[in-house]
């Protein structure tokens, strides 16, 4: 079992571009989710899905997009990336009721 | 809106003592569920234990314990006999369940906790 993987664990970006961090799940968990982690802060959730063609908004979800086509992938879009979305992202998944199982996070830099 | 509140950003306590990690949250459901995960330097989220709202019993994990005060929508972590490893930063998560049949997960904004020898 792979877990939850994210890829890729860091990438650096221009302001104005786009560019999707990919997350895949082998537990078959319908629940999945997006957190963005500033420094010395807690985790924001972004967009999560409680199953395959549903998603929702969390607290922060401007400037992301989501979809949720299988139950594996929850993959997290920037359409146009800025500064402010300088941070660690970590996609986790779950049953209902779980713990949520979390990847090891992506470290994006926007300049 | 946030509903989970840990209102002390660092505490730091001696190897080998007891230390309390404070968590409130919000809601109008009967039914959730509780967590508190470990974030060590190393990025990784780490559950340390779960609590059910239905269940009257605190859960305990070795020296981990909780205090699940459901009247008071409070779940403190004990952590006894402190250990340098323990040094981490520490979440409290809330699984909320929605009128609409979703649920999702929040996270409080965490405690740092660093063991002194």
């Known amino acids: 079992n792979a877990g939850v993987t994210q890829t890729p664990k860091f990438q650096v970006l221009k302001t104005g571009q786009s560019m999707t961090l990919q997350c895949a799940q082998d537990m078959n968990h319908e629940y999945m989710s997006w957190y963005r982690q500033d420094p010395g802060m807690g985790l924001r959730l972004i967009h999560y899905?409680?199953?395959?063609?549903?998603?929702d908004q969390g607290e922060v979800p401007n400037g992301y997009n989501v979809s949720r086509s299988t139950t594996e992938d929850f993959p997290l879009r920037l359409l146009s990336a800025a500064p402010s979305q300088t941070s660690v992202y970590f996609c986790?998944?779950?049953?209902?009721?779980?713990?949520?199982?979390f990847g090891d996070g992506t470290r994006l830099s926007i300049l | 809106a946030q509903t989970v509140t840990q209102s002390q950003p660092e505490m730091s306590v001696q190897e080998a003592e007891t230390v309390t990690l404070s968590c409130t949250y919000d809601?109008?459901?009967?039914?959730?569920?509780l967590f508190w995960y470990k974030q060590p330097p190393s990025r990784q989220m780490i559950l340390v234990i779960r609590q059910e709202a239905y269940k009257q019993q605190n859960a305990t994990e070795n020296r981990f314990s909780v205090n699940f005060q459901k009247a008071a929508k409070s779940f403190s972590l004990k952590i006894s006999d402190s250990q340098l490893g323990d040094t981490a930063m520490y979440f409290c998560a809330f699984m909320m369940p929605r009128a609409s049949g979703t649920y999702k997960y929040i996270f409080g904004t965490g405690t740092r906790l660093k063991v002194l020898a």
């Open positions: 986790a998944s779950s049953f209902y009721g779980q713990p949520q199982h």
């Open positions: 899905s409680v199953g395959a063609g549903i998603t």
């Open positions: 809601t109008s459901e009967n039914n959730y569920y």
